[in-house]
Structure formats: C-alpha cells, structure tokens
C-alpha cells in the first residue's frame, strides 16, 4: 500500500520552462490538494480536487494547473516556471471531507532557475 | 478571518525538559485542529487532532475554546522528537489552514 506518490521528487528547471507534477493515490480518496511549502510560510492551498473531472482554485492558483481525469491521480502543471515557483510541493489526499486529516505524498523539490 | 498561528518559528529544548508548541486560531465555526509533524526530508505525517483526544508519541493537545488555543505538549522531550510541527485548522468542508510551522530542536 503505497499512500500516496509523487514524481519527480527534484527537478531543476530554467525559466519559461514547462513541467508536470504527478500525483498517484492508491486509497480511493476523493480530495486531492496540491500544496507548496516556503520557509517562513507554511504551507499554502494552490488548488485541490473533490472528485474525478473536478478542481478548483486554493490560496495561490496563479502560474498553475490542475487535471483530475482519473480519481487517483492529480496533476500539476507549470506552463512557464519561474524563479518564485521555486519551492517544495506537496501532494495530499484525504477522505471523507478530511475529518480524519490529510495524507501527504513525500513532495517534489523544485528549482527554477 | 481564518487564521493558524504558530509564533515561535524555533524552539529548543533540552532532551528530559517539558515541551510546549504553541498554536491558536481564528475562526468562527466550531473548529477542527489538528497537529502534523515532518521529520528531517520526510513527508507530512498526521500526529494527532483534538478530536480524537488521542496522546500520540507521548504528545498531546487541548482545544481550548476560550483562549483559542491549540497547544502541543509533550512532559519530557526526546532527541527523536526534533521536526518540524504544523499547527492545522480544517476550514469549510474539506480544506485546511496551515500555520507557518515551528521546527523543535532538542538537544542532548
């Protein structure tokens, strides 16, 4: 039972680059988060899933996108990278509208240069 | 508004001395907290929530309504217990509010 999986774990990339996040649950949850971690911010909401085919916008959407086309699975996408999307990424998925907490995948470090 | 504060952005302790991670909140529903702990390069681990009344690693915390608090409080402090906490407040349906989080140092 793997929880909850996220690939690449680094990733340099240059500016104005693009790139795709993955993350893979095997729980059957149906919410899913994409959230980055800065020092001295904790982590923030960037978009998150309450289903198959359905995402919506959290804390700081901008520079991002989302798809959810299959329950275990939710991707995350950066069109042009820049400098300050330069952080570590976290992939969560929860169940039952999260009363029982999150489960986190082991994040993606990204460096944009 | 919906906030997680955590103000001590580090706390050192000394290993067998009492630990205490301060956390208070706002919010205007009946709040659910939760408490997360992240090891040195590891992921996010779910360490207890007030619901459950749960004492987790020797660590435990009360909701305390009236001062708005959530504080995590372990009586003697181990060097295994040296991470980064995250205070968490579930807001609305399914999201949660992160504080910025306070890294524990215990020393030897």
């Known amino acids: 039972n793997a929880g909850v999986t996220q690939t690449p774990k680094f990733r340099v990339l240059k500016t104005g680059q693009s790139m795709t996040l993955l993350c893979a649950q095997d729980m059957n949850h149906e919410y899913m988060y994409w959230y980055r971690q800065d020092p001295g911010m904790g982590l923030r909401l960037i978009h998150y899933s309450v289903g198959e085919g359905t995402t919506a916008k959290g804390e700081v959407p901008d520079g991002y996108n989302v798809s959810r086309l299959k329950k275990q699975n939710f991707l995350l996408g950066l069109e042009s990278a820049a400098p300050s999307q330069t952080s570590v990424y976290f992939c969560?998925?929860?169940?039952?509208?999260?009363?029982?907490?999150?489960?986190f995948g082991s994040g993606t470090r990204l460096t944009v240069v | 508004a919906q906030r997680v504060t955590q103000p001590e952005k580090l706390l050192s302790v000394f290993k067998g001395a009492p630990v205490e991670l301060k956390c208070n909140y706002s919010y205007s529903g009946s709040p659910e907290l939760f408490w997360y702990v992240q090891y040195s390069r590891q992921r996010l681990q779910l360490l207890l929530r007030?619901?459950s009344r749960e004492s987790i690693k020797g660590f435990t915390a009360d909701l305390n309504k009236g001062e708005t608090s959530f504080h995590l409080k372990k009586p003697f402090a181990q060097e295994e217990d040296s991470a980064m906490y995250y205070c968490a407040l579930r807001s609305g349906t399914y999201k949660y509010i992160f504080g910025t989080g306070t890294r524990l140092k215990v020393l030897a």
């Open positions: 969560a998925s929860s169940y039952s509208m999260g009363q029982g907490g999150y489960t």
């Open positions: 007030h619901i």
